[in-house]
């Protein structure tokens, strides 16, 4: 029966295809996080390489991992964090990369090639290094605010503070506070840190993993764990000076965004082309001066002004406070303690 | 005995309630100001992003296309749906009439995860063809509704006339039954449309790749986008909407006997 | 009663096999299965790498029974039941206001009302967040007559979720309302008059019982959608607002749990069909044509 409800759902799709798609031109299908990249990249990619772009956007790691697993193959370059990029290669979702068609990965800069989820670049290569950390309206804080995750036990911020709706950097946090690992697999750390999570939750407005760009923004919220990048990105695009980042005294997490072709792939030669020109070194720059994260790329770094390079929050990395830096760490996939991770976190989404 | 003041003025504050952040909205779009509240000078250049704005306009491209097919689709299937439950009254039309009610009914929620669910476990891909087969089964719905309660109010009398003066049954459809039912249709039609454009929850279950919608792309604008950018977005949207409910209108009151 | 006209049973049945097969087949193949089908898959195992597990297993339903659901459902009851209940009170003014109305007016009245249900959903939403916004007109306005201090805000709370659910499906409340209404005789408010019946108890009295089927098919269309809202309350509500609805996605979409996402969706399928069977039921109902 479902044998034949596929097959018949496959005769749809083709008569469906056919209304669907207008040029010939080949089309790369990308599959990425919101305001990721610069467009007027991704046009210099299209009138390159005679195709087209089509971008869509997806808000979480899981939620890229789920509508791949659900069905949605056809993608050709997709930007999964590290720990998911372990994961996708684990479940053979990912195809292995033809290191012939990335000469641009010479300039990748081998401080990070250990850090990276794939040294060998052989199914990934890292897009864009963050951190998460907190970011806060200095007009809305006292001045001698100091970057701690304990400030979300602050009634003083009650109802204007968020975290992360992600399972791992909310955890992450409360792990760091206690002094423990943000991949700790030990039920009691993570029992406390669960405990420590609800009692934060009461000063919380929500969780919110997007949203709080534009609510930081607006100064609906003052305090808001958030990505490195989207929250510089306030203070430089949408010009609002007040906006502060930095990371907690405890430790934040690291991550990078990787580079990636899922199986099922249509492009893929196209798809590398993509990820080699991301890797040029005026492309990996401009997207660099455009999101505020730091692309691993050295050729890239030299195309930087000074001011720019020498950023210690966006190039945390290089520039960080090298005793901060040592108290983070990247984010792991826990494999089966992962269900230990949502059991934890349903009981402080469910909490009063 | 006249309608009290009680009710007026709830109908009144009502009204009020509904086009007060509409109105708000609209004033945004025309303001320097990023934020709203505070005053800033008359501008379109919120409009002129958002007209430049890539992404949005291949979202609307996307939406157009779906919401093409999927009232063509949907039309077809929801007038023959109506046709048969008006003219057969067996059980099979009630597990019919009970189908085609159902959807309209049902929660997005629902639809979306277990359309998800479905076609993942028959390995169907998502993208665009899945969007279109779960747009086409709310929308026949819908469809199927509108033109059932325009044939409730059709005069039998005259298909019987057409079989009087020989029409064959095609003839007495094509040319009579169709003909008054076409404005019902086309309220259908355009209904079908509106909500195919409209729908987010269950389009975001099961989307995949080159199937970002308008309301997906709305979505994102709202959680990331810059606010002015959306109150322009929004304003086109609710002037559409604007034209559209007037057309439905123009098209049900044609030929409506008085 | 069978068909009306044309041959004999054996081509009707055909003629009508003909004309439902299409939609009937579409609806079984993308509703009834699909709905059906969360149901079996809710037996299944969980996979924590995704998809569904080998097997069979009552995980997922002793899952959803845990006491740390209890608090869910009882919210997504309480905000959906109040929200079913102010439509209903603001509702039936304004359906008994247009019916009275002279024609003119009634038609203007009826477009005002469905102009913002074809707004975009989307978009209404985004309204009340930038109206609800701590800077925003009423929080100004509220602030300014000293109803709220400074340190409460509008946004994100169980309240807003209840707001925004009432300004979606108010209007799928007035229209079927204002269609009993329009029906309704209301020389029979006269009539109860003249009998000595205060206005207030002749409405009560008489108005409200002969409308009452138009009231109950406006309950389920604000009950029913608001029981799986998932949207309104992930952009206006705050950390004490997930519902049912965001709970099947976020099982779905980020803990690799579908088994548990579909029993919740089961469970959720059932509270829904329970009151649409209740009022559907009723002989002259519309279902029972």
Redesign the interface.
């Known amino acids: 029966m479902?044998r034949y409800?596929?097959i018949?759902?496959?005769a749809?799709?083709a008569i469906?295809?056919t209304?669907?798609c207008g040029s010939r031109r080949p089309?790369l299908?990308v599959?990425t996080w919101?305001?990721y990249f610069d467009?007027d990249v991704v046009r210099q990619f299209e009138r390159e390489f005679g195709c087209r772009v089509?971008?869509?956007?997806f808000?979480?790691n899981?939620?890229l991992?789920?509508?791949l697993?659900?069905?949605?193959?056809?993608?050709d370059v997709i930007f999964p964090t590290t720990y998911m990029v372990h994961?996708m290669r684990r479940?053979n979702m990912l195809i292995p990369l033809d290191r012939e068609q990335l000469p641009n990965l010479v300039h990748l800069d081998p401080k990070f090639r250990a850090i990276s989820a794939d040294p060998d670049n052989a199914y990934s290569v890292p897009y864009m290094f963050g951190t998460t950390g907190l970011g806060w309206r200095t007009d809305r804080v006292p001045e001698d605010f100091e970057a701690s995750w304990t400030v979300f036990a602050n009634p003083e911020f009650?109802?204007?503070m968020s975290m992360l709706a992600d399972?791992r950097e909310a955890m992450g946090a409360a792990l760091k506070t206690l002094g423990y690992s943000l991949n700790s697999t030990d039920p009691g750390e993570l029992a406390a840190a669960g405990e420590l999570l609800k009692a934060w939750?009461p000063q919380?407005?929500?969780?919110d993993s997007?949203?709080y760009?534009?609510s930081l923004a607006?100064?609906?919220l003052v305090v808001v764990q958030g990505y490195s990048g989207d929250i510089i990105m306030i203070r430089e695009d949408?010009e609002v000076e007040e906006v502060r980042y930095a990371v907690p005294r405890e430790g934040g997490s690291l991550w990078a965004d990787e580079m990636a072709i899922p199986a099922g792939a249509r492009q893929v030669e196209l798809a590398h082309a993509f990820i080699n020109f991301f890797h040029r070194p005026e492309i990996a720059a401009q997207n660099m001066e455009y999101n505020y994260y730091h692309c691993p790329n050295m050729a890239a770094y030299e195309l930087l002004d000074d001011d720019f390079l020498s950023d210690p929050v966006i190039f945390f990395l290089l520039h960080g406070d090298p005793e901060l830096l040592a108290k983070c760490e990247f984010i792991e996939d826990l494999?089966?303690a992962?269900?230990l991770y949502?059991r934890i976190w349903?009981?402080v989404?469910?909490a009063? | 005995m006249k309608a009290g003041w009680l009710p007026r003025v709830t109908t009144l504050l009502v009204l009020v309630f509904f086009y007060l952040p509409i109105l708000i909205l609209v004033l945004g779009s025309f303001n320097t100001s990023?934020?709203i509240g505070v005053r800033g000078d008359f501008t379109l250049q919120w409009y002129v992003r958002l007209v430049r704005d890539?992404?949005v306009m291949?979202a609307l491209s996307t939406s157009l296309?779906i919401g093409a097919?999927v009232t063509l689709l949907s039309t077809v299937l929801g007038t023959v749906a109506a046709l048969a439950l008006h003219r057969f009254r067996t059980r099979m039309q009630r597990i019919h009439y009970g189908l085609v009610y159902a959807p309209v009914v049902v929660p997005d929620v629902l639809m979306g995860i277990s359309l998800?669910?479905f076609?993942?476990?028959?390995?169907?891909?998502?993208?665009?063809?899945s969007i279109?087969?779960a747009h086409v089964t709310f929308c026949l719905s819908y469809v199927a509704l509108v033109v059932l309660a325009r044939l409730q109010e059709f005069d039998e009398t005259l298909m019987e006339a057409a079989y009087d003066l020989g029409a064959t049954r095609t003839q007495a459809v094509v040319r009579v039954l169709l003909p008054l039912l076409g404005p019902g249709i086309l309220a259908g039609a355009l209904l079908a449309f509106t909500i195919s454009l409209d729908d987010f929850v269950i389009t975001f279950f099961v989307?995949?790749?080159?199937?970002?919608t308008l309301p997906i792309s709305v979505y994102?604008m709202?959680?990331?986008?810059?606010?002015p950018v959306i109150y322009a977005l929004s304003t086109v949207l609710i002037a559409l909407t604007f034209v559209s409910v007037w057309m439905v209108q123009r098209a049900t009151q044609r030929r409506t006997p008085a | 009663m069978d068909g009306r006209r044309g041959g004999a049973g054996h081509g009707m049945r055909r003629r009508e096999w003909t004309m439902s097969a299409p939609s009937l087949g579409w609806l079984v193949?993308f509703f009834a299965?699909p709905t059906t089908y969360i149901l079996v898959l809710s037996f299944r195992p969980a996979n924590?790498?995704?998809?569904v597990g080998e097997g069979w297993s009552l995980e997922s339903w002793r899952r959803v029974f845990q006491p740390?659901?209890y608090?869910?459902y009882a919210r997504t009851a309480w905000i959906s039941g109040a929200a079913t209940a102010i439509c209903l009170l603001l509702g039936t003014p304004v359906a008994y206001t247009m019916a009275r109305a002279p024609a003119r007016t009634r038609a203007w009245l009826l477009t005002l009302v469905v102009v913002p249900f074809w707004t975009n959903f989307l978009v209404r939403i985004f309204a009340w967040k930038v109206l609800l916004?701590?800077?925003g007109l009423i929080r100004h306005l509220f602030g300014a007559l000293r109803l709220i201090g400074p340190?409460?805000?509008l946004?994100?709370r169980p309240e807003a979720v209840l707001l925004v659910l009432v300004y979606t499906y108010l209007p799928f409340a007035i229209l079927p309302i204002y269609a009993a209404a329009d029906s309704f005789d209301f020389g029979l408010l006269e009539a109860a008059r003249d009998l000595g019946a205060s206005r207030f108890s002749a409405i009560v009295r008489v108005f409200l019982p002969g409308i009452r089927r138009g009231l109950g098919v406006a309950a389920l269309l604000v009950l029913i959608p608001a029981l799986g809202s998932y949207l309104i309350p992930d952009?206006v509500?705050?950390?004490?607002s997930?519902m049912v609805g965001n709970k099947i996605t976020q099982r779905?979409?980020?803990?690799?749990?579908w088994p548990e996402a579909a029993a919740l969706a089961s469970l959720l399928t059932v509270a829904v069909f329970v009151p649409l069977l209740a009022v559907l039921r009723r002989p002259g109902s519309e279902a029972g044509r």
Do not use: C, W
């Not at chain 2, 076609?119 to 063809?129: E, N």
């Open positions: 479902k409800l596929g018949a759902l496959a749809l799709t469906l295809g209304t669907a089309v299908h599959y919101a305001d467009m089509r971008i869509d956007n808000a979480s899981e939620e991992y789920a509508k697993r659900a069905g949605a193959t056809g993608y994961l479940e009650r109802g204007r399972m939750k919380l407005a929500r969780y997007e949203g760009r534009n607006s100064a609906e949408d494999g089966e992962n269900a949502t349903d009981e989404r469910a009063r | 990023r934020t890539r992404n291949e296309q097919v998800l669910l076609f993942a476990s028959v390995g169907f891909r998502l993208g665009r063809a279109v087969l989307a995949g790749p080159g199937a970002t994102s709202i959680r990331y986008g810059r606010p | 193949v299965i924590p790498l995704g998809g740390e659901y608090a869910i916004h701590p800077d340190e409460v805000s946004l994100n952009l509500g705050g950390t004490r997930v779905a979409f980020t803990d690799r749990n």
